[in-house]
């Protein structure tokens, strides 16, 4: 039974910082990429980042670069992340997500139930 479950979010003003949690249970941690997508009123989910399976390896999609920062806690099977200097159109429901393999090439096989994030102007 693999869960995979987000917290974190809330409302912060901008040029905030927030930091979102992702634990995914059942499965074997070091085994599958994660990444974070966002998805906007009236918009489509949108990749954020990813984390290689050993977590020596991330990718950002170009908005959040030098922001945002996704890392892997191995032992607490874990991926947080780290939001800085957010900004209004950060403003989604955030999602974790497991991926089959590698951040690049895999695709997404859970996903986690959302997470709102909130940033004030």
């Known amino acids: 039974q693999v869960q995979v479950v987000e917290s974190g979010g809330g409302l912060v003003q901008a040029g905030g910082s927030l930091r979102l949690s992702c634990t995914a249970s059942g499965l074997t941690f070091d085994d599958y990429a994660m990444g974070w997508f966002r998805q906007a009123p009236g918009k489509e989910r949108e990749w954020i980042a990813c984390?290689?399976?050993?977590?020596?390896?991330?990718d950002y999609e170009d908005f959040v670069k030098g922001r945002f920062t996704i890392s892997k806690d191995k032992a607490k099977k874990t991926v947080t992340l780290q939001m800085n200097s957010l900004k209004a159109e950060d403003t989604a429901m955030y999602y974790c997500?497991?991926?089959?393999?590698?951040?690049?090439?895999?695709?997404?096989?859970?996903w986690g139930q959302g997470t709102q994030v909130t940033v004030s102007a």
């Open positions: 984390v290689s399976q050993g977590g020596g390896f991330t």
């Open positions: 997500a497991v991926y089959g393999g590698s951040c690049l090439v895999s695709k997404v096989i859970y």
